[in-house]
Nanobody, 124 residues
Framework: QVQLVESGGGLVQAGGSLRLSCAASGRTISGYGKGWFRQAPGKEREFVAAISWNDDTTTYADSVKGRFTISRDNAKNTVYLQMNSLKPEDTAVYYC?????????????????WGQGTQVTVSS
């Protein structure tokens, strides 16, 4: 069983940046695709970004493409989400997660494990 803990959220003005981190423990996540999804109040969960388990191929939601960057550090068992040019509509709780083994989670339904989330609030 993997435990995932997100950090790095906070309050930022529109146009600002945040870097989210997701530390995994319990088992290695190197053989698992990893990603982020978010949920704003009153809205459904929304896929944000994913990185493949093997060749670092990345996938992004259209709403964040060009502004967010997902990366991983297998040695640290950690996944990151660099968020630039933040907008008020990016306000949400952000969750990191993994797919099942050898599956990259490019849809919310693909996530098999996820953490407790970290709040990101972007003020206008």
């Amino acid at each position: 069983q993997v435990q995932l803990v997100e950090s790095g959220g906070g309050l930022v003005q529109a146009g600002g940046s945040l870097r989210l981190s997701c530390a995994a423990s319990g088992r290695t996540i190197s053989g698992y695709g990893k990603g982020w999804f978010r949920q704003a109040p009153g809205k459904e969960r929304e896929f944000v970004a994913a990185i493949s388990w093997n060749d670092d191929t990345t996938t992004y939601a259209d709403s964040v493409k060009g502004r967010f960057t997902i990366s991983r550090d297998n040695a640290k068992n950690t996944v990151y989400l660099q968020m630039n040019s933040l907008k008020p509509e990016d306000t949400a709780v952000y969750y990191c997660g993994t797919g099942t083994r050898f599956v990259t989670p490019t849809r919310v339904a693909d996530f098999a494990s996820w953490g407790q989330g970290t709040q990101v609030t972007v003020s206008s």
